[in-house]
């Protein structure tokens, strides 16, 4: 089992930055592909990047490709996700998951009701 807390959302204007954490506890990071998902009201939480748990291959969502970074740090046993030139349509509530077999499988649809493993998310406020 793994425990999953992220940090780091806020209020921003459009055009800023913001990075995300998702620090980890029970067991390590380095078992697991991870990945970030986002809810927005009255809307089904999606899909936004992912890594894998070997290697360097990173996942996006079209709509951040270029302006969202996913990283990961085993020894700090933490998840992160640069978010740059925001834009109000990515206010959401960012979930960080865990427990997917690979990074690839969180880009398939349907992916958020197969995750095992989600933090309690962090809002993020994109004003225009």
């Known amino acids: 089992q793994v425990q999953l807390v992220e940090s780091g959302g806020g209020l921003v204007q459009a055009g800023g930055s913001l990075r995300l954490s998702c620090a980890a506890s029970?067991?390590?990071?380095?078992?697991?592909?991870l990945g970030w998902f986002r809810q927005a009201p009255r809307k089904e939480r999606e899909f936004v990047a992912a890594?894998?748990?070997?290697?360097?291959?990173?996942y996006y969502e079209d709509s951040v490709k270029g302006r969202f970074t996913i990283s990961r740090d085993n020894a700090k046993n933490t998840l992160y996700l640069q978010m740059n030139s925001l834009k109000p349509e990515d206010t959401a509530v960012y979930y960080c998951?865990?427990?997917?077999?690979?990074?690839?499988?969180?880009?398939?649809?349907?992916?958020?009701?197969?995750?095992?493993?989600w933090g309690q998310g962090t809002q993020v406020t994109v004003s225009s």
């Open positions: 998951a865990a427990g997917l077999e690979s990074g690839y499988a969180y880009t398939v649809p349907g992916a958020n009701r197969r995750v095992v493993y």
């Open positions: 029970g067991r390590t990071l380095s078992s697991y592909a």
């Open positions: 890594i894998a748990r070997v290697g360097t291959a990173t």
